[in-house]
Structures are given as structure tokens and as C-alpha cells.
């Protein structure tokens, strides 16, 4: 699965001199785990080429106590995965959750935030036949409104593959 570009670091607001202004602040996107700087281009905002690699499938499964994470890596690509240590992310996430600054310069604003990871945790993923999988204890995270779940090697943090969805 191909992620799609998010933004890493908002705009602000900054008050210098009494004066306040808009303050760019550039935002970094992150396609596939590598950075890209296309969306400056003003010529052209094409994405990197898609990579013709199909990685397999992901499922999150949730059940009253658990999430369980079930991996089946594409057949073409099964003699890779048995070489390697896999490694499943979970984040709870906030939407829509909005922050009065009390001190410093932007004292009085207000940050309004799409998405804010508010608990993370990894497990290891255990290779069964040809089936990676994986579970996690489910939490009650305040303010979480939705999951997201990747897979990645355990010496490398680029995603291979993941799966989101609203709780």
C-alpha cells in the first residue's frame, strides 16, 4: 500500500516586536518513508514514481480485549520475509483537538490539530507458516477517535505495509 503525503510540521503564528504576522514554516511530506519535496516544485507537484512492489495484505482485527494484527506478505515476496525480525505499530489518535497556548509569544491563540498520536506501542511479529502476526492489548485511550497499524522491519522503521480506521 502506497501512503499517501502528510504533513509533518504546521504553520504558525509569531509575534515579533508587537507585531504579529503569518510565519511560513515549511512543511515536510512523507511519501513511502522518504521525504518529498515535490509539493514546492512550482513547475511540476508530481509524486515520486509508484514502486511496482505488491507487500501483501494487513488486517487489524479488534475484539474486546485485543487488536490482533495478521500480515500475509505477497507470495512473490515470502522467501524475504522469513530472513528478517518484523515489527507491528499501533497509535491511538486524536481528530479535531484544539490547544489554548498560555505562555510565550502566541499566548492567547489558539493550535487546532487534524491528527495527534496520543498512545503508540509496538509487538513483535511472529511468523507462522506464511502469516505474520500479532496482538495488542486494547487500551481506553481519552480522546482517541481512531487506530492506525503499520508493519515494518525491526531494523528499519519504513512502512511495508498499513491499515487505519475510525474506532
Known amino acids: 500500500m502506497r501512503s499517501l503525503p502528510r504533513p509533518i510540521q504546521p504553520d504558525s503564528i509569531a509575534t515579533i516586536s508587537g507585531v504579529t504576522r503569518s510565519q511560513s514554516i515549511p512543511r515536510v511530506f512523507i511519501i513511502d518513508g522518504q521525504e518529498w519535496r515535490g509539493f514546492f516544485n512550482p513547475v511540476s507537484r508530481n509524486f515520486p514514481p509508484k514502486p511496482n512492489e505488491i507487500v501483501g495484505d494487513l ?13 500475509e506478505p505477497a507470495k512473490s515476496d515470502g522467501s524475504n520475509y522469513a530472513n ?45 507458516a ?38
Open 84 to 128: 528478517h525480525n518484523f515489527v507491528v505499530h499501533l497509535t491511538y489518535i486524536g481528530t479535531g483537538i484544539r490547544h489554548q497556548i498560555k505562555r510565550g509569544e502566541n499566548a492567547g491563540q489558539e493550535l487546532s490539530h487534524d491528527f495527534v498520536v496520543l498512545a503508540w506501542d509496538q509487538a513483535t511479529l511472529v511468523l507462522d
Open 59 to 71: 488486517i487489524l482485527s479488534k475484539t474486546t480485549n485485543t487488536y490482533a494484527v495478521t500480515f
Open 130 to 167: 506464511a502469516i505474520l502476526t500479532g496482538s495488542f492489548k486494547r487500551s481506553d485511550v481519552k480522546g482517541a477517535t481512531a487506530v492506525a497499524a503499520w508493519v515494518s522491519r525491526s531494523d528499519d522503521p519504513t512502512p511495508i505495509q498499513a491499515v487505519a480506521g475510525w474506532l
